[in-house]
């Protein structure tokens, strides 16, 4: 699944399950299991050919959320196609293969005709289409794109250059190695960034305070897009110091 809110002859139809292995579970709007009289959402499992169907349905209008095929029921992994709803009409159809890797993404009008599509191979964009309501082609359409630093990975290369203080493992006395951080952060709509947080993989505290330190104070971002807009976007970003 596509780390986006995220086409192939080979997918598993939720149709194909039977009825009577069907587990319903009532869950509420944090999506944690409750009674029936409190529930937000109804959940229905159908269990077949070691992999599980899923259609979520909300309350009280009992109208069709989402519908799914997963690896298993930890619903981590998906193995077949997963359709989203608004209003209880298509507004996604992610078109997964039987081992989980997303092969193309389309989004629908409220009057059913496409919205866009994006089509993948592995990790690679193949090909991004948008069209109008009338159906007309939008030119230079933008389906998904993360948000990224201005000048690509060359421009953060020399950022990290200026304004990096990379002899900060040395001084808190690290010994030789690689220590590498990881920080998360919210770019908006505009590129601003803010709830910076740092983690560092290798216990270098004081790295992952200055990893956060230089995304803090960088320039703007650039915002992501989906379906041609401005997104506001969760970013994950690594940065390593090395000490030798």
């Not at 999506?31 to 029936?36: S, T």
């Not at 690896?71 to 981590?76: H, I, L, P």
């Not at 493992?169 to 919210?186: C, H, K, Q, R, W």
Request: some cysteine; glycine content about 6%.
């Amino acid at each position: 699944m596509r780390k986006f809110l995220l086409a192939c002859a080979c997918f598993v139809s939720l149709s194909s399950f039977a009825q009577n292995d069907t587990l319903v579970k009532y869950l509420n709007r944090h999506n944690e299991i409750c009674a029936a009289d409190t529930a937000s959402f109804l959940v229905k499992q159908f269990s077949v050919d070691n992999v599980i169907g899923l259609k979520q349905y909300k309350l009280p209008e009992m109208q069709l959320e989402r519908e799914a095929i997963y690896a298993d029921n930890s619903f981590q992994k998906l193995a077949g196609d997963m359709k989203l709803y608004r209003d209880g009409k298509l507004y996604s159809w992610e078109k997964v293969n039987s081992e989980g890797i997303s092969q193309s993404l389309t989004y629908f009008y409220p009057n059913g005709s496409k919205n866009s599509e994006i089509i993948w191979d592995g990790n690679k964009t193949v090909k991004e289409t948008g069209w109008d309501e009338q159906g007309n082609e939008i030119k230079d359409f933008v389906v998904h794109r993360e948000a990224k630093f201005k000048g690509g990975a060359e421009g953060w290369r020399r950022y990290l250059v200026k304004n990096l203080r990379m002899n900060v493992p040395t001084d808190a006395g690290m010994p030789n190695g690689m220590y590498t951080s990881i920080v998360e952060f919210l770019v908006d709509k505009e590129g601003n960034i803010s709830e910076v947080v740092g983690r560092s993989k290798q216990g270098c505290r004081p790295c992952t305070v200055e990893a956060v330190r230089v995304i803090q104070e960088g320039p703007k971002w650039i915002p992501a897009m989906m379906n041609n807009k401005p997104v506001i976007y969760r970013q994950r970003q690594s940065i390593t110091f090395q000490v030798q």
